[in-house]
């Protein structure tokens, strides 16, 4: 649209129209540019993050080569401390194995001959030979480079853009079409008609829209950095008020990722203080293990550990042993403290096999409840061991996680939990925090043509995948939903990016920061809850500038054919329409800070509902503005011929758009909230200029008497405050009525 005016203005010889045109082209073009060259650094991160050296057999000797270099077949050596280079079959050896790049679960897991080891993994402790069975793209961490790389979120925005445009284009060109035929009937010349098309058109382009979308959004944004959240694509912001479903990733997300003491269930003749202190003791905390911190962490609260406690020799965990090892001199006493496996550590105690049966049990129980159980013994100086007890360690929930699923669902928002853990896991939590049933994944990629439902139904899903997360999003947006999921690790990377909004908790790695289009800057989940409000408050704004915009479109296109049609005349200039446009489009930017009402429901972009209300609220002003031209024309002769018909033109149009705004931005009666003060500020300036352009006159416009100008704003102000304003609400009541039956 601004390029058929810029060669129509060009074609009439109206140089200083086409150079603004032009201009105005130039900045869209430069605001799109820039907006589209952010670096992809998710896909960046996680080439670099492939980029290891490998220990492999090659003509019958080892050699090391970087990971880009194995192929199928490959004999790879692996210990500990090394990155898993390819996806790797297990010949011999045992390992234990850190997954969590793909699971994002912390919890080492155990790895021997026949099973397989991941590429992206780590070797915590072990030593393995194995055969590469994939490499690069194909092994489960390439394909989640892959998925980054293809994410695409749909643009809503864009969307919204091109439904407004077709709404002011279909508009223009009704009106343009009655005015061409009426010319034809009465033998105007179409010649003559080009003039009316270019003011047409400049009255009807959106120009500040883009820039409408982009500071919204941006002010958004910096409130959402005082809160705790960086965006990184502005278009999230706006996405978040019409966002309805959230998949959170649990470990570091809705729980704390690190293992917290949960209890013990301490043997006859020991307190569970017994327990948790020669567990306590059997801890390193220069290890930096999890296990050992929980339990030091414990015991430092309690005040269990005594001053003159030393350490004099400890051995760590391997896999080997499954246990740790301290003694410790207190008291003048020397004690002996292990923890570990509840099989091994209790055989070491000597623990009959009736009691065995019977703790192994106990611990499997607990386990499908989410707990991991450890075995804990201790010996006094030179004595045997004996078994003081079991203790429970547990990722315990962050504790405004279920405040946050709660507020969430109170704003119409459906959470639905994601996770590597096994099912029971996974399903303890989902209890915790209320969110039903888990599913597992394997279960969702067997679903085929049933799989969208599924996933719309289910709590969350256990045992997942990084293309596990990404289908599920995919699926969930196939499904009509605008979905946000919130991760941390290189897992969640593939739908972090894929998501409308991609959410990187606190902590998280730079992949996940790279891929996510939000970034929380403070512990936990509180940043989200002001982030869809944050999101509702900014299209409530936008909404009120589309119905605006539709509203005096149709006001100003009417207005100028209807006139022309009636007095053969173009009551106002292309120059007039370049002004209203520059006074009143970029004014209107000002409504990015507007005080709104957040809905408690999720948004929709249903443009309908909004153009009829744009569309009557245009027709009532243009009727209005027309009954006020008639009357000018007859009471203050703007028959005559004189220039001063186009300023009575140009400030009735100025009038009416200053006061329709006033009435527009509220969806009760216009008096229920005040503006912003750069909202007040802009329309202030507005009415100020055109009072004062119709007391100098500017190019073709000729001063107005200063009676003129008052009668002008006070038939606008009477009409668009008092009448339109309670045709608004009764067209807000009814349709809101329609909608809820």
Not at 123 to 136: D, L, N, P, Y
Not at 607 to 623: D, K, T, Y
């Amino acid at each position: 649209m601004i390029e058929a005016i810029a060669l129509l203005s060009a074609f009439l010889g109206k140089w200083t129209d086409c150079a603004v045109a032009s201009a105005l082209l130039v900045v869209n073009a430069l605001i799109g540019f820039l907006q589209e060259q952010r670096a992809s650094a998710a896909v960046s991160a996680l080439r670099r993050r492939l980029q290891v050296q490998a220990r492999v057999l090659r003509e019958g000797a080892w050699r090391l080569v970087e990971a880009r270099e194995l192929v199928s077949g490959d004999i790879v050596r692996l210990r500990a401390g090394d990155f898993v280079p390819a996806d790797v079959v297990l010949i011999d050896g045992t390992l234990r194995v850190d997954q969590s790049s793909l699971t994002g679960e912390s919890r080492e897991v155990a790895r021997g001959a026949g099973d397989t080891a991941y590429s992206g993994s780590v070797v915590r402790h072990g030593e393995a030979t194995g055969q590469t069975i994939a490499t690069g793209a194909r092994t489960y961490f390439g394909r989640t480079t892959q998925l980054v790389e293809t994410a695409r979120p749909k643009l809503h925005v864009e969307e919204i853009v091109r439904r407004v445009v077709r709404w002011l284009l279909l508009i223009v060109g009704a009106l343009l079409t009655v005015a061409v035929g009426t010319a034809m009937i009465v033998g105007t010349p179409l010649l003559d008609i080009v003039p009316l098309a270019l003011v047409l058109l400049m009255g009807a382009v959106p120009v500040a829209l883009p820039v409408m979308f982009t500071v919204s959004m941006a002010v958004g944004a910096m409130e959402l950095a005082r809160a705790g959240a960086l965006v990184t694509r502005l278009a999230a912001a706006e996405d978040a008020a019409t966002m309805n479903v959230l998949c959170a990733d649990k470990t570091g997300t809705l729980t704390f990722n690190r293992l917290s003491f949960a209890g013990t269930t301490p043997q006859m003749g020991f307190t569970e203080d017994d327990v948790l202190r020669t567990a306590a003791f059997a801890s390193n905390a220069a290890n930096q293990d999890p296990i050992d911190l929980a339990f030091l962490n414990a015991a430092v609260e309690r005040k269990l550990l005594p001053q003159d406690a030393r350490v004099v020799s400890f051995v760590p965990f391997s896999p080997d042993t499954r246990r740790t090892e301290a003694i410790i001199e207190t008291g003048g006493t020397t004690v002996r403290a292990v923890k570990g496996a509840l099989r091994t550590v209790a055989s070491a105690a000597r623990v009959s096999a009736a009691e065995l049966a019977a703790l192994e049990s106990g611990a499997d129980a607990a386990a499908r409840q989410g707990y991991r159980i450890l075995a804990v013994t201790r010996a006094d100086g030179d004595g045997p061991l004996h078994l003081v007890g079991t203790a429970m360690l547990y990722d315990a929930p962050r504790p405004d996680s279920r405040k946050l699923i709660d507020d969430l669902r109170s704003l119409g928002i459906a959470v639905k939990m994601l996770t590597g853990d096994a099912l029971p896991v996974a399903q303890q939590i989902a209890t915790e925090l209320d969110l039903g049933e888990v599913a597992r994944a394997p279960e969702l990629r067997a679903a085929g043509p049933n799989a969208v439902a599924a996933i719309e139904h289910a709590g969350g899903y256990a045992e997942i995948f990084p293309e596990d997360k990404f289908a599920i999003v995919q699926g969930l947006q196939a499904a009509g939903h605008v979905v946000g999921m919130t991760g941390d690790g290189v897992n969640d990377a593939p739908a972090l990016r894929q998501a409308e909004i991609g959410i990187a908790v606190g902590g998280a790695t730079d992949v996940a920061k790279g891929a996510a289009s939000i970034v929380l800057t403070t512990a936990g989940l509180g940043s989200i809850v002001a982030l869809v409000r944050n999101g509702r408050a900014i299209y409530q704004r936008v909404l009120t500038w589309i119905i605006n915009k539709i509203s005096r479109t149709l006001l100003k296109s009417g207005f100028v054919v209807a006139a022309y049609l009636a007095t053969g005349r173009l009551v106002i200039s292309a120059l007039g329409i370049l002004l209203l446009t520059f006074m009143t489009d970029f004014a209107k930017i000002a409504l990015s800070t507007d005080r709104t009402r957040p809905s408690q429901q999720p948004e929709s972009w249903n443009i309908g509902p909004l153009a009829v209300l744009g569309a009557l609220m245009g027709l009532l002003m243009l009727a209005e503005a027309l009954a006020l031209l008639s009357w000018g024309w007859r009471g203050f002769e703007l028959s005559s011929g004189g220039h001063g018909l186009r300023t009575f033109a140009f400030e009735t149009l100025l009038a009416f758009a200053v006061f329709s705004i006033v009435s527009i931005r509220e969806r009760h009666a216009f008096w229920s909230s005040r503006p912003s003060l750069a909202l007040t500020t802009a329309l202030g300036a507005d009415a100020a200029v055109g009072i004062l352009l119709s007391f100098t006159g500017i190019g073709e416009m000729r001063p107005l008497p200063p009676g003129e100008t008052a009668a002008i704003f006070g038939y606008a102000a009477a009409c668009c405050l008092l009448l339109n304003d309670a045709v608004k609400i009764t067209y807000l009541r009814w349709s809101e009525a329609r909608r809820t039956k």
